[in-house]
């Protein structure tokens, strides 16, 4: 199991198809490309999961994604560490309905029901810690901690 | 009546009774009045069927009788349950086929698994075949999460407070239905909250400590199994407005088993869903759905709950059956 990686590089996928509709636009262009080469490089390194956190913040970052399994009524990982801008997906493996909802309002984190294999993201641009919950089982819990 | 049958109940339930006073002849006492042998017989079977409350009426037509129905979960459709409108459907012929026409239903959430219209249509169809007079609702957190209980509170809120308390007389018995699925916590069990206390304790004021209670709710209102979230954080408070009377029965949903426990004059009982069962608490990883279920051993592990009431002794006799 690589979680995250086939997300990394479904994100390298996007971002090629947003490369070729910024080729009119050279900024663009530069940017996105080297947000390519960093997500290529996420994509031949070890699973994020096994990755130091304690990594500087680079742009790479910005691209980087983190998957969270929901199973068993648990996330997993429960606790999360991550660079500021990058992104967490939440997938659901279970039978029943769960949500990712944020434990404090405002809500950061409010992902509405993610009925079985649905899958809800969200980008964290801020630092800070980042706790949540399922709306519908509230014994279950989680927290991102971005840095 | 399936003599067999009856016989193993029998032993099952005085082996199950020894602790709150029922012998054998008391048991077969409150089999008389509580007509229950004939809700067995109909239901072919007696698996968990149980009794609390030491009724000691004498065979009488006093007092009337309810069901209970709880965990639909319309709009489930996984493993071990494919068709839970089919089950449900089975559910309300038992009901309609016992023998003493129940005066009401009460049913104690989760009736839909997303709160989606389609999911209340069909409880709706289904449940208006039921040959009672009235359905009386509390939600469930599958009823309320999605929007905070506005589709749930748009089809059954009318006549209730809050989000969906109320309580009617019926007969001499005062019915409570409690509602601790919203505002939830992280990390934290089912909530009733202070608003809706201070509103209980209104309800019960001026009540005699003689007059029956009768408390529904979808999560149980006793501390079942926190790690799993079965439980209610302030159910003390609301118990403690109910301790004064003599005769106090909680009827809830949430756990999809049968559990009961004795406290005082407080009954406790949760009942089966008609939708799947869910483990033990602790038996299993999580409490999610007990999935392995045999597709011919299904419908022994869902049911109903029927509770009679007999005016004479202020009692409520509880007895659950399957689907089967």
């Known amino acids: 199991l690589l979680p995250g990686v086939d997300s990394l590089c479904e994100t390298v996928a996007m971002l090629k198809k947003i490369a070729l509709d910024a080729t009119a636009r050279p900024f663009v262009a ?32 910005t691209a980087a994604s983190y998957e969270i399994v929901i199973d068993n009524f648990t996330f997993s990982p429960a606790k999360l560490t991550i660079p500021r801008g990058a992104t967490v997906h939440w997938v659901n493996r279970d039978d029943v309905p769960h ?21 809800s993201s969200h980008q964290f641009n801020a630092v800070g810690t980042f706790d949540y919950f399922c709306a519908v089982h509230p014994h279950m819990t989680g927290q991102i901690v971005v840095k | 009546m399936d003599n067999r049958n009856t ?37 072919g079977g007696v698996l968990g069927s149980s009794l609390i409350g030491s009724a000691q009426a004498a065979p009488t037509d006093g007092g009337f009788s309810f069901a209970q129905i709880s965990d639909s979960h319309i709009g489930f459709s996984k493993d071990p349950n494919h068709d839970v409108t089919a089950t449900l459907t089975e559910a309300v012929r038992q009901i309609n086929a016992l023998p003493q026409r129940p005066s009401f239903i009460l049913h104690t959430g989760d009736l839909t698994h997303l709160a989606k219209p389609e999911e209340f249509d069909t409880v709706a169809q289904v449940l208006q075949t039921a040959k009672v007079d009235k359905i009386f609702y509390v939600p469930g957190e599958h009823d309320v999460f999605t929007d905070d209980a506005k589709s749930y509170l748009n089809r059954y809120g009318k006549g209730t407070r809050g989000t969906g308390w109320q309580s009617f007389d019926f007969q001499g018995v005062h019915f409570i239905g409690l509602v601790n699925v919203l505002n939830l916590k992280s990390g934290g069990l089912g909530v009733l909250g202070q608003e809706q206390l ?23 209102l006793w501390t079942v199994y926190p790690k799993w979230g079965w439980g209610t954080e302030d159910s003390e408070q609301a118990i403690a407005l109910l301790k004064r009377f003599g005769s106090v029965t909680i009827l ?12 005082g004059n407080v ?12 483990p033990e608490p602790g ?6 759905p007990i999935k392995n279920v ?12 029927n509770v009679a009431y007999v005016e004479r002794s202020g009692s409520l006799a509880i007895v659950d059956s399957t689907l089967e």
């Open chain 2, 294 to 305: 045999p597709a011919d051993k299904l419908r022994s592990v869902l049911g109903i709950t």
């Open chain 2, 267 to 278: 009954k406790f009982h949760t009942a089966r869903s008609t939708a799947f069962p869910q």
């Open chain 2, 198 to 220: 201070d509103w209980l304790k209104a309800d019960v004021a001026g009540l005699s400590a003689n007059t029956p209670i009768v408390v529904f709710a979808h999560v149980p």
């Open chain 1, 30 to 61: 530069v940017t996105v490309a080297f947000a390519m080469f960093a997500s290529w490089i996420g994509c031949q390194r070890a699973p994020i999961s096994q990755r130091s956190l304690k990594e500087p913040v680079t742009a790479e970052d």
């Open chain 2, 7 to 43: 016989q193993s109940a029998l032993r099952n339930e005085s082996q199950g009774s020894a602790g709150i006073g029922i012998d054998r002849r008391g048991f077969l006492e409150c089999m008389a009045w509580a007509g229950t042998g004939v809700i067995w017989g109909v239901s």
């Open chain 2, 283 to 288: 038996k299993a990883e999580s409490p999610g």
């Open chain 2, 252 to 263: 809830n949903g949430h756990i999809h088993q049968i559990m009961q426990k004795v406290e």
């Open chain 1, 99 to 119: 949500t990712v909802t944020s434990s404090t309002r405002p809500r950061e984190l409010d992902s509405g029901t993610l009925d079985t294999d649905d899958r």
